[in-house]
């Protein structure tokens, strides 16, 4: 223990500054793969968290009845509990007319908030359901418009009569009925209260304000539906019974969408967002291990060489092991330490992305499981490191292998560079002998290591870049679309002279006439579109494999669809229509590509086929209808918009709107920052791992210098020895780094665009791969100012009597 004790001040005084380096490599990698792995943890658990304390429904019964007779449904035996909810709401005066123009839904009864969606509250308390003047906000309002609890709100409604006639028309009419002054008592989320991605958050009112305003939200007719959800005795599995039981009651099937369905749909996205994160924690961990592994090797072999001197007087293998690993581990430890405080304070930005609107606990979490395994893991890791490092450099001091020389040294001496170009050339790519070697190994693997990190996260972000750019990348080419005729039976008659006029605007280059319905192909279901363009002007579509249908007797798939259906290219499938009397159509895939991205359909699901191909399935019916724009380049799209719906017939219902961004690509879009986080983190990594390796050969091979000063070199050369090891390091880091990061980067980003899926397009990380040269000699050359100051001003004698 005297030993021990003993080397350990010894280490402290002379080497505390490589301690301290190694120890900060250790806080930011501790602290970066524990803050991603407790995040993912939280981000995967945000929903059963926020389920499990809210009395969620389990279903939304919806009638699109005015008139619907809900005493019934509560009188259902396997109903626990049901709250009405009318599909429009109040404006609210102050705030932009866009941005709530569509309304917020109004609590009808008072049994939501109580005995059903009872949310979390964050501030103040829940809405009094007998207080018309009473709100409560979702944190999404709060943040947005600076309201808390105490503020007061004034809220707008419209007239009976404005509702009747404005309802479900694409250009809502601002309020112009009456005003209610209400406080806000609190900010609340729930399963239902919860903000959408990209929304402004909603004022939620109580049902004393419902019964004083009811017509002034659902019209005088009423026009406006009212829906519910609805809690069951049995949860979920109870659906089927509850509508079978609802049909009875009622006389006819009503549509029950279920919200487990929907809740399993968002774990998908919350487990997308924490597979995202954890990969980012297992790369950032792998990196780690090797980039600080090969820091920690070198200091370990360092300090068993310095321990050899004292083998002739009795000291042990094993305790110059164990001397040579305590240093490194105590630096672990603390290290270690730092890494869990910091990852306690990230945790206040987890979970990210759409995670972050269900949180049922914002701000610090401490993942004790995650932070105190994690933390003991890395000190047992450092230790353990610098133990095997430490066993190894003694059994080579055994050997007597001769010196490995380096061709690129030798070369540089051929050529007759300066004496000092050929010793930094030799520092960099030879280990030296006796008590001055230093593994270099390491250091060139870090160097690569680190621009290829840097540059492969640069390039992979660089196409998340531009897949949230492009929304060509999922297949919607076309720059406007209309949902027109929503819900009806079958195709307007006025509808084919309107796309008549559109075709006709100066800017429309085609319009496609879509409309969809459902088939059924063996256990499966798929939205079927017409692919209804004019000849010779085709809409562009995107197609991974194979092309567009040309016959009745021809389809193309999504790419989900496709493996949903186990067909490639050349399949026959079998489809069976959903009109009466139902047909029965085979036909041939002749391509996989991505469709049209509406409300009631995704990019990467249905299929395309001909006019006549959907005629023979379907004949004229349609259960939606869309028409795709393909507008002329350079084209004003809100003007074209704007002036195309301008002349939109009431009785088509619908709007003209530019297509709207997938799902994936907002999670794609949540996740963009991770590679941009994993390059800095690795930056910093490869930074620290190649400075020790520097500053450890200043050290090291001191002598080496000191002989060559004792010979007349001066003090600038033996600054340019230092320099040129740094510079040799950066150059053959960026000769292998850069072309490994940048297919690696594209690589990972085609399999990424696989998986999601969307077109892949080659990304280029183009201010990256122009800076990555010069900021990595710039920076290299930076760390070599300190280890090049001391060997220029190294007392020279005082260093030769040492050695």
């Not at 021809?554 to 669809?561: A, D, F, H, K, M």
């Not at 399999?751 to 080659?762: G, N, R």
Request: charge should be neutral; charged fraction near 15%; proline fraction near 8%.
């Amino acid at each position: 223990m005297t030993l021990l004790s003993t080397w350990l001040g010894i280490e402290l005084r002379r080497r505390w500054r490589s301690l301290v380096v190694l120890a900060l490599l250790v806080a930011v990698a501790s602290c970066t793969v524990l803050a991603a792995t407790a995040g993912a943890r939280r981000e995967q658990s945000v929903l059963p968290r926020l389920l499990a304390n809210t009395l969620p429904n389990d279903g939304i019964v919806v009638p699109n009845d005015p008139d619907f007779n809900w005493e019934k449904v509560r009188a259902l035996p396997s109903v626990e509990a049901l709250a009405e909810i009318a599909l429009n709401g109040p404006a609210v005066e102050g705030i932009p007319f866009e941005e709530t123009k569509e309304g917020m839904p109004a609590v009808a009864d008072a049994e939501i908030m109580n005995t059903i969606e009872r949310p979390i509250v964050f501030e103040g308390r829940l809405a009094d359901p007998t207080r018309v003047d009473e709100v409560v906000l979702t944190p999404a309002f709060a943040k947005n418009y600076g309201y808390g609890v105490g503020d007061t709100l004034t809220l707008r409604t419209y007239k009976p009569e404005t509702i009747d006639e404005a309802y479900d028309t694409p250009d809502a009419p601002p309020p112009d009925g009456p005003s209610q002054e209400v406080r806000v008592v609190g900010v609340v989320r729930g399963p239902w209260f919860s903000d959408e991605p990209g929304s402004f958050g909603t004022v939620v009112t109580t049902g004393a304000f419902f019964d004083k305003y009811k017509a002034n939200i659902v019209g005088a007719v009423p026009s406006v539906p009212v829906n519910a959800i609805v809690r069951l005795k049995d949860g979920a599995a109870g659906l089927p019974e509850f509508r079978r039981q609802l049909a009875g009651a009622v006389g006819k099937p009503i549509d029950v969408w279920s919200t487990a369905d929907d809740n399993a749909r968002t774990q998908s996205t919350l487990n997308f967002l924490a597979l995202s994160l954890l990969a980012f924690g297992i790369t950032a961990l792998l990196a780690a291990l090797f980039l600080i592994g090969q820091a920690l090797a070198r200091y370990t072999a360092g300090s068993v060489a310095d321990l050899l001197v004292l083998r002739p007087l009795g000291l042990t293998p094993r305790q110059v092991v164990v001397s040579a690993t305590a240093p490194p581990a105590i630096a672990g430890l603390a290290g270690a330490l730092l890494g869990i405080g910091g990852a306690l304070v990230v945790s206040i930005w987890m979970p990210f992305g759409d995670a972050a609107l269900l949180e049922p606990a914002p701000g610090l979490s401490a993942d004790w499981l995650v932070l105190g395994v994690g933390g003991l893991l890395a000190v047992l890791a450092v230790a353990a490191g610098a133990a095997g490092t430490a066993w190894i450099a003694l059994l080579a001091s055994y050997s007597t292998r001769p010196v490995r020389r380096s061709m690129l040294a030798a070369a540089a001496t051929r050529l007759g560079l300066p004496v000092p170009v050929v010793i930094g050339t030799r520092f960099a790519l030879e280990p030296g002998r006796d008590r001055g070697t230093v593994p270099v190994r390491p250091a060139i693997i870090g160097a690569v290591t680190g621009v290829l990190g840097v540059l492969a996260a640069f390039t992979f972000s660089a196409g998340v870049a531009d897949a949230t750019r492009s929304l060509e990348r999922f297949g919607q080419t076309h720059e406007l679309q209309a949902e027109v005729g929503w819900g009806e039976p079958k195709p307007l008659p006025a509808l084919a002279g309107w796309i008549a006029k559109w075709r006709a605007d100066p800017d429309v280059v085609s319009v496609t006439d879509a409309p969809s319905n459902v088939a059924e192909a063996g256990d499966s279901t798929l939205t079927v579109f017409s692919y209804g363009v004019r000849p010779g002007s085709p809409m562009p579509t995107v197609m991974s494999e194979g092309r567009l249908p040309r016959t009745a007797g021809e389809i193309s798939i999504g790419p989900t669809t496709a493996k949903e259906l186990h067909a490639t290219v050349g399949s026959k499938l079998l489809l069976l229509g959903s009109v009466k009397p139902r047909a029965e159509v085979s036909v041939k895939v002749t391509g996989i590509g991505f469709l049209p991205e509406s409300p009631h359909s995704d990019y990467s699901e249905g299929s395309w086929m001909t006019a006549d191909g959907y005629r023979a399935l379907f004949g004229t019916a349609a259960k939606f209808h869309s028409a795709l724009f393909d507008l002329r380049a350079g084209a004003d799209v809100e003007a074209v918009a704007s002036r195309l719906k301008e002349p939109l017939p009431k009785p088509l219902k619908g709007a003209i709107y530019p297509p709207r961004p997938p799902l994936q690509a907002l999670l794609l879009y949540g996740i963009q920052l991770l590679p941009a986080f994993l390059g800095g983190f690795l930056g910093v990594l490869a930074l620290g791992a190649v400075g020790h390796a520097i500053a450890t050969a200043a050290r090291r091979r001191r002598h080496e210098v000191a002989v060559l000063r004792a010979l007349g070199m001066t003090r600038w050369q033996a600054r340019v020895i230092v320099i040129t090891q740094a510079s040799v390091l950066a150059a053959i880091g960026l000769v292998f780094g850069i072309p490994l990061g940048i297919a690696i980067g594209r690589i990972l980003w085609r399999v990424v665009a696989d998986i999601t899926p969307l077109e892949y397009a080659a990304p280029v990380a183009a201010l990256a791969s122009l800076l990555i040269v010069p900021v990595a000699l710039l920076v290299a050359n930076l760390l070599a100012l300190w280890p090049g100051r001391l060997a220029a001003g190294m007392r020279v004698g005082q260093v030769l009597r040492a050695e």
